[in-house]
């Protein structure tokens, strides 16, 4: 067997079972705990509990007035960052042909070169995630190993596509083997750290929009 | 009770003879009560993005780290991790997740009660939605049970428990309220049988601000409403509600609610406090089948009612107010429009603070703070950020409808000796009533 062969097969089939089951093990455990919503008389003509889930979801996609001054780099990168590798994912089109292999599904694909170019912004948008969270002694003091971690393995698929791509440093199966491997551990730590986000971060939100929203107050 | 400084040089406040494996497992045992789907879902999105520091008036007073909000809840977290996540058995096997040291714990209670106030301005900043004021509040659920707390809230709590308030024995109330009246020459309905209204009060009335009873009784005989004050049920700051001590929060919401039922109300109103809103409003019926037996709302909410239906009239005042929002009627209660009403309607024109409605900052001395004294030089520094807004605003008068506010402000000012005369709302209605 082929180191493209393992990663492909083996690698990927044991990453993706970690994934759903971790993920899923993850999600559940969490919303599954008891709930215990405050009760009380929502204010007159406050919204109804899905209107002000929705709108908790919805109304922190951009920070207050007050705080887009310090954190207009977090928002803006982070944006960057997020849109990035939705595009370098989901519209590349060797991975639109990769999908289409597991799921029968397809949809079009942007242009290589943008794509490449997509994947260079967001390195360079990781990379400088990575400078202002080592420069803020705020972000030095709460960041986990974790926080390192997640980074890095988010930062190893994009690096080794680009070199995939590029055909840059060895034999382009084994830049390939290489990429598919670096999916396979950020798919594998995916349950375990704050990659999860990408499914809690709605709920959270959707929980105070309620909490908040009968009371009529901001969100 | 003993006044005592960790290994690092925190110092903390311990009460009780627990041993420290027992101190430590009461205050697990506190937290894990307190992981629910809410709370899980919360600590399980945060992505360390700092975000909340700059909404902090402790971090922005003193650019000290570990102000940041989402690190005050480090024990929390873990426990949370070790004791009730998804994940907590595999993280105990392997030691992944360790267990939270009694040392930690005693160092963050300066950061859960003294350098929070709960206002919640972390929580509108966070990008993922974690209400990170409400997730404090659940911690100090945990340190009240390990006797973690500062000892000036101990007493407030010990006394609360044992008066019925922190402030004055509830045998002695029915005479300080005639008495006031008595002072200020109005009629005071005190422990009648039945009423329509309950009014209860806050500490800060039956102490500092005394005027305010007589505020009260003024404007409520004006309207010609039926009301009292009870002996049985006066008392809505909550101290219960801001120590931690649940047991204490259901008792003395009872208390009120309980009075208000038995004397026939069909409204209990709140004093010019914050977290009395907090705990009667919104945190009240779940001692009552998820429904409260009686309408409960804020002496501001109420003034906007008697003054929009013409019970009462005001008199123009004619001068620039700037209105300082206290933070659980405000930002965490939702009442932003009726105070602004009421001074439209006492022609008071609105100079906003930069940071206003929901978006205020804090007073600083919320949460129970302004009561811990150890807290005294952040809350002097936080105090700073509003003293500056102010200022810049240059309006005439400065208002606010929080009693426990008003004092932060009147320390605040005092201590930088600035020359600012912080006024209640209530009051302001109440000297300018129209004949």
């Known amino acids: ?219 | 009770m003993t006044a005592k400084t960790t290994a690092s040089g925190v110092p903390y406040d311990a009460q009780g003879d627990m041993a420290d494996k027992d101190r430590r497992d009461a205050a697990m045992k506190g937290f894990v009560r307190e992981f629910g789907a809410v709370a899980a879902a919360h600590l399980e999105a945060c992505v360390r993005c700092g975000m909340c520091a700059e909404a902090c008036h402790f971090y922005v007073a003193t650019g000290e780290p570990a102000y940041t909000p989402i690190n005050k809840l480090q024990p929390f977290e873990q426990a949370y991790h070790r004791h009730a996540g998804p994940f907590a058995p595999i993280y105990r096997l392997f030691g992944v997740v360790p267990s939270v040291t009694l040392e930690k714990l005693e160092e963050w209670e300066r950061l859960i009660f003294d350098a929070c106030t709960l206002c919640g301005r972390c929580t509108l900043a966070c990008p993922m939605g974690i209400d990170i004021a409400e997730l404090i509040k659940k911690a100090r659920h945990g340190m009240f049970k390990a006797g973690l707390i500062p000892d000036r809230l101990q007493l407030m709590d010990r006394t609360a428990r044992a008066w019925g308030s922190p402030a004055t024995p509830a045998d002695d109330f029915a005479d300080i309220v005639r008495e006031v009246g008595e002072e200020h020459g109005v009629d005071i309905k005190v422990d009648r049988e039945r009423a329509d209204y309950l009014v209860t009060v806050a500490p800060a009335e039956l102490t500092e601000h005394t005027k305010a009873l007589a505020d009260a009784a003024k404007i409520f005989n004006k309207a010609g409403l039926d009301w009292t004050y009870h002996s049985e049920g006066f008392e809505a700051s909550n101290i219960g509600y801001l120590n931690g001590d649940t047991e204490l929060q259901e008792k003395m919401t009872r208390k009120i609610i309980d009075c208000a039922v038995k004397i026939g109300a069909h409204t209990l109103v709140l004093p010019e406090c914050g977290h009395a809103y907090g705990a009667a409003r919104w945190e009240a019926a779940r001692w009552y089948n998820d429904k409260l037996p009686v309408r409960v709302i804020h002496m501001t909410e109420f003034l906007q009612e008697v003054v929009a239906s013409g019970k009462i009239k005001v008199k123009p005042v004619g001068q620039t107010a700037s209105f300082h929002d206290p933070c659980q009627l405000v930002r965490r209660g939702g009442v932003m429009n009726a105070p602004r009403d009421v001074m439209a309607a006492l022609g008071l024109e609105m100079r906003e603070l930069e940071n206003n409605r929901a978006l205020t900052w804090c007073c600083g001395g919320g949460g129970g703070v302004v009561s811990n004294t150890r807290a005294d030089p952040i809350r002097y520094k936080a105090f700073e950020l509003k003293k500056r807004e102010v200022e810049a605003a240059g309006a005439d008068r400065f208002v606010t409808a929080c009693g426990q506010c008003r004092i932060t402000l009147d320390l605040g000012a005092k201590h930088t000796k600035w020359d600012r005369k912080i006024e209640n709302l209530l009051e302001l209605v109440a000297d300018n009533l129209a004949d």
Request: charged share 10%.
């Open chain 1, 1 to 219: 067997m082929t180191l493209l062969e393992f990663a492909r097969g083996p690698a990927l089939q044991v990453a993706m079972i970690i994934f759903v089951l971790g993920a899923t093990w993850r999600f559940f455990g969490a919303l599954l705990l008891p709930w215990r919503l405050a009760p009380a008389e929502p204010r007159k003509g406050a919204l109804s509990p899905i209107a002000a889930a929705f709108k908790g979801v919805v109304v922190k996609m951009w920070p207050h007035k007050p705080f887009q001054k310090a954190g207009m780099f977090t928002f803006v990168n982070g944006y960057i960052l997020h849109f990035g590798l939705a595009i370098v994912v989901f519209l590349f089109a060797p991975h639109i042909l990769f999908i289409k292999g597991l799921t029968g599904l397809s949809w079009p694909a942007l242009p290589n070169n943008l794509v490449y170019t997509v994947g260079v912004v967001t390195m360079a948008s990781l990379v400088a995630g990575l400078v202002h969270r080592l420069r803020s002694p705020v972000l030095r003091l709460i960041s986990r190993f974790d926080d390192y971690l997640s980074w890095l393995l988010t930062l190893l698929p994009v690096l080794t596509g680009l070199l995939a791509a590029a055909h840059l440093g060895a034999r382009y199966e084994t830049l390939l083997a290489v990429h598919i491997l670096s999916i396979c551990t950020f798919l594998i730590w995916f349950p375990f750290g704050k990659l999860m986000h990408a499914f809690m971060f709605v709920f959270s939100r959707a929980m105070t929009g309620v909490r908040m929203g009968q009371r009529g107050a901001e969100l």
